[in-house]
């Protein structure tokens, strides 16, 4: 199955900042899947990133807020706008290859002081 | 909607203690099943996954099977170990979604396993 490579894997951010997370795939992957993570929580869903196209974005979460790159099939950017404490969080990518194999990064720490 | 209900936990056992973990499921169609580990401090990993009815998923001593006539995929593992410590995540894939298939997740189950 692909092996995802997600950077950074934290990182301590001023409020009012962005932060961009690229997550790299090893190989040729159709959807790519941004998620949230709060401490002790299961996964939300962002949005989902579909190659050549503008990403599909989950309810209460805003292309504004989140904007999304998916420029080819190995690779897609989740930006984090105008940070503020509520964004501190862990951020997820992941990828399906179709016929239900996803993979995950191994995340990003966010937080915003 | 689809849907996932997954045990609560925290789940604490004894070493070579037997485990099991609930999880049901509400789904139109026939969807694919997974469960998903996140050792502390760690990404999700995939555990293990079923496509269709009666089919059995097993990895690492663990074991879900796709039951359809009552829509659950029960995570067990025989003998727990410490190194088994986790939170556990049951997960379903639409597979009436076409080409946009995300995964419904579960809350998650921690599990602590004591020496």
């Known amino acids: 199955s692909a092996v995802i490579s997600q950077k950074p894997s934290r990182d301590i951010c001023q409020r009012g900042t962005s932060l961009t997370i690229q997550c790299q795939v090893d190989?040729?992957?159709?959807?790519m899947f941004w998620y949230r993570q709060q401490p002790g929580q299961s996964l939300t869903l962002i949005a989902t990133?579909?190659?050549?196209?503008?990403?599909?974005?989950e309810s209460g979460f805003v292309i504004d807020k989140f904007p999304i790159s998916r420029p080819n099939l190995t690779f897609s950017t989740l930006t984090v706008s105008n940070m503020s404490p509520e964004d501190s969080s862990i951020y997820l990518c992941s990828a399906s290859g179709g016929r239900g194999g996803y993979t995950f990064g191994s995340g990003t720490r966010l937080t915003v002081v | 909607g689809n849907s996932v209900t997954q045990m609560e936990g925290p789940v604490t056992l004894s070493e070579e203690a037997f485990l099991t973990i609930n999880c049901t499921y509400t789904a139109t169609g026939y969807p694919s099943l997974f469960w998903y580990v996140q050792y502390p401090g760690e990404g999700l990993q995939l555990l293990l996954k079923?496509?269709?009815a009666d089919d059995k998923g097993s990895n690492k001593g663990f074991e879900a099977t796709y039951r359809k006539e009552t829509t659950s995929f029960h995570l067990e593992k025989g003998s727990v170990q410490v190194s088994d410590s986790a939170v556990y995540f049951c997960a379903l894939s639409d597979s009436n979604a076409g080409n946009n298939r995300k995964l419904i997740w579960g809350l998650g189950t921690s599990l602590a396993v004591n020496p």
């Open positions: 190989s040729q992957v159709t959807m």
């Open positions: 990133a579909n190659q050549g196209s503008e990403a599909t974005y």
């Open positions: 079923a496509t269709k």
